[in-house]
């Protein structure tokens, strides 16, 4: 702590300081990630399910074009987020085997595409549910405590960045399209019982040793193309009574983090979210230098995701850096980037000191 001071001292300007602590501090030594395909490194490459990015034209952006598995044109918010914190420029996937402990050390993604907080909503596309992110998470620790020792991967643990990611597919993939859960729950309810599952997971990291966590708030989902393409008789504006449902349930996250970090001794829990930024951009795109809102870039950017996106993607827009949505579920790399930007500033910059 003293000398970290000293460094600081010597950091003159804001912007110096701002430096000073990332490369002094080194506090956040690696980013560990669970959630859905907003954050999925690739994960679902490696497990049985039709909820994958693999291929062309996923990826097409990213370092050497490669399609990784992650719902984009290149990198995702999370590997935004690691960059800016000083760590490596992508988190990647836990099950892919090109990786190991060393990689894993300073950032880590558990999350898979098509999963909700609901185990009913994993089940929908055979994807990875949450709790089973968290025996990986279990098992990672372990392999930390052989690679680092003891100490010191649980020093990496309680200082390291959590990031919870999920829950737009508990609607969309699920209580809206799915009969199960509408009948027994009334949105409001659903969004009860997601919640609580939330909180318990956060109990469980708690219990883990992470000190370090951002709970995210769902993005306005109405409007997504996909959902846009069906609201005929709104014009194809986004859905208001998604956006709304968003905003429930994210009021709902935000209060749970005020309880939480009042509940859990040496928690720093905020709560961060997409809602407002990624809604500005959609409204007013080229005040972000995007001329597309309303679709998305691959194939007719009305419907397609997933192999759909691989199949039509001829069709599928020059630049995706004039788009807002990639395809019809998933932002483009420069969306991305503009939303980490906005939590890294708005939520996540007490983390860096
Ligand atoms: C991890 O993989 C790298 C190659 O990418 C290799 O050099 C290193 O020895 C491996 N480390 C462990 C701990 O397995
Ligand atoms: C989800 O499934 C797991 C494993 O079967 C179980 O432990 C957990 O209680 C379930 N969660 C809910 C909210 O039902």
Excluded at 116 to 139: C, F, H, I, R
Aim: some cysteine; overall charge positive.
């Amino acid at each position: 702590m003293e000398g970290l001071r000293k460094k600081l001292l010597l950091c003159t300007t804001l912007l110096l300081q701002l430096l000073c602590l990332v490369v002094a501090g080194g506090k956040v030594p690696a980013i560990i990630v669970f959630g859905d395909s907003s954050v999925d490194a690739g994960n679902n490459n490696f497990i049985e399910t039709v909820a994958r990015s693999n291929f062309q034209p996923y990826g097409r952006d990213f370092q050497g074009g490669k399609p990784t598995g992650r719902f984009s044109n290149g990198r995702i918010a999370t590997d935004f987020i690691s960059e800016a914190f000083g760590i490596k420029p992508y988190v990647p996937a836990y099950l892919d085997p090109s990786y190991n402990i060393s990689h894993f050390a300073t950032g880590v993604a558990f999350a898979s595409a098509a999963t909700g907080y609901d185990n009913a909503t994993s089940d929908v596309l055979s994807v990875m549910p949450l709790w089973k992110q968290l025996e990986y998470y279990k098992a990672y620790q372990k392999k930390l405590s052989t690679y680092l020792g003891e100490k010191k991967a649980h020093d990496t643990i309680t200082k390291s960045l959590h990031i919870i990611s999920l829950g737009t597919n508990d609607f969309l993939e699920n209580y809206y399209a799915m009969p199960g859960r509408a009948s027994q729950y009334t949105p409001s309810e659903y969004q009860n019982f997601l919640a609580k599952i939330a909180e318990n997971f956060i109990h469980k990291l708690y219990g883990l040793g992470a000190r370090k966590i951002s709970l995210g708030g769902v993005p306005p989902m109405g409007c997504l193309p996909l959902e846009r393409t069906t609201n005929f008789a709104g014009g194809n504006d986004c859905m208001s009574r998604y956006n709304n449902i968003a905003l429930e349930f994210n009021d709902k996250l935000n209060k749970l983090t005020t309880k939480l970090n009042k509940e859990l001794p040496g928690v720093r829990l905020v709560f961060s979210s997409p809602y407002d930024i990624l809604l500005n951009v959609v409204k007013k795109p080229a005040q972000y230098g995007f001329q597309v809102a309303s679709m998305a870039c691959c194939a007719t950017g009305m419907f397609e995701m997933g192999y759909a996106c691989s199949r039509a993607s001829l069709f599928s827009c020059m630049d995706a850096s004039k788009y807002v949505f990639w395809d019809s579920f998933h932002t483009t790399e420069k969306t991305n980037g503009i939303i980490a930007n906005y939590l890294v500033k708005n939520a996540l910059a007490q983390f860096l000191h």
